[in-house]
């Protein structure tokens, strides 16, 4: 019952270890930076690419991913957006909150991570 906390708090404990950036620094390049750690995060833990950024702000996307084989109610996604999530808040000030927009487990064509 407690999945999806403990799923953002691993994220965002993940994160922490490794994604730490000045937050004096403009917001256009701590996005950039907060991009480049969070692919680099992911692919450690993974040892392959498990998604792309979108042109614009900050909107990961992946398919076929090991989230859903592991975890078909979608709850293991939340790793990604508690990664996402503290990634944002320690490269820049006022960062946007991210959110699980679409699931390939709740039927859609792929994961979407982003601002709402």
Known sequence: ???????????ARLARKALRQPKFLP??????????GVRRRLQALFGRRIGGFADGGFVL?????LFIQSDPGGHACLLVS???TAALNG???????IAHIACEARGDAYCRWGSP
């Open 82 to 84: 508690g990664l996402c």
């Open 91 to 97: 490269s820049i000030q006022d960062p946007p909150s």
């Open 61 to 65: 996307e992946g398919r076929s991913l």
């Open 1 to 11: 019952p407690d999945a999806r906390a403990v799923f953002l708090e691993c994220g």
């Open 27 to 36: 917001r256009r390049l701590g996005l950039v930076l907060a991009k480049r």
